[in-house]
């Protein structure tokens, strides 16, 4: 496994395995893996001839006042992770060399990336298009894979795919969660252990919610409703952003009935903490 810093320097790897014929799948993620990030690059090693993992923080997606700075960070375990992982390159990339001084050019999925996270987090998903066009652009990959954990994120990636072009294939994996139903996420290492404990609402809530429709009650506010309950009881110490069901193309609010292949997104905060869990609905 070779581990890569500069896009020119990847850009030659892979015009050689392009040359070969070989596939390739790409993994964008910000490094601190857990088992959610793993699964994404086992499914990319079964459908690949080759796997590149990039692993980045990316400054254009945090806001002012978010957590670029605390975010967690352990490049040497990543490292050995994705060895074993059977990843062929890690693209890792500095800040500064990966813009460039003169970066002045952005990508923007105009409505989707407004709304839900959006809304409190202006200009994120602007911050992740970007780099997502970048790396799709750098790596010309066959297949990218992301969570369903995100799953705005890869509504909004869909989109700008759609739009430009983009000659790929998106997989989208399902939410790997820790025993205790909560969905894996690098920033769960932010969590106290009290919170930690609390942040299990969320997976309950959802659960609760799709067995309310999985009962037979269609009726969108109310899944919500039973829903936030869960949070509500069970999560006091934090903010909840959204409890909402929406389509899954748009994320435009279902008006009356909930029908099978909606989703019910929450997302809660602890401290500054933000956390997200999501289900789609079916019987
Ligand atoms: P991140 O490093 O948080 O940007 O995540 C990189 C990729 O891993 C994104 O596509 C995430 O949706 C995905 N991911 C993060 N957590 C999970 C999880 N618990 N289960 C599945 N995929 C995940």
Sequence with gaps: MLVIGEATQLREMISYWRKEGDSIGLVPTMGFLHEGHLSLVSAARKQNKKVIVSIFVNPLQFGPNEDFDTYP???????????????????MPDARTFYGNSFQSHVEVENL??????????GHFRGVTTVCAKLFNIV???RVYFGQKDFQQVAVIRQMVHDLNFPLEINMLPIVREPSGLAMSSRNALLTSE??????????????GNETFENGVHDARLIEAAARKVIE??????????VVVVDAKTL???LDKAKDSDVLLVEAYA???RLYDNIVLSN
Excluded: W
Excluded at 79 to 89: M, R
Excluded at 113 to 121: P, V, Y
Excluded at 233 to 242: E, L, M, R, S, V
């Design 252 to 254: 435009s609010l279902v």
């Design 140 to 142: 010309m990959p066959d």
């Design 73 to 91: 960070r352990n490049a040497e375990r990543d490292v050995e992770l994705l060895d074993k992982a059977g990843c062929d390159v890690i693209f």
């Design 233 to 242: 009881q069970h999560a006091p110490g934090f903010t909840i952003a959204y």
């Design 113 to 122: 990336s407004k709304i839900l996270i959006g809304e409190f987090r202006p």
């Design 195 to 208: 919170q930690k404990q609390q942040a299990t609402a969320l997976s309950a809530a959802v659960k609760t």
């Design 271 to 273: 401290d500054k903490v």
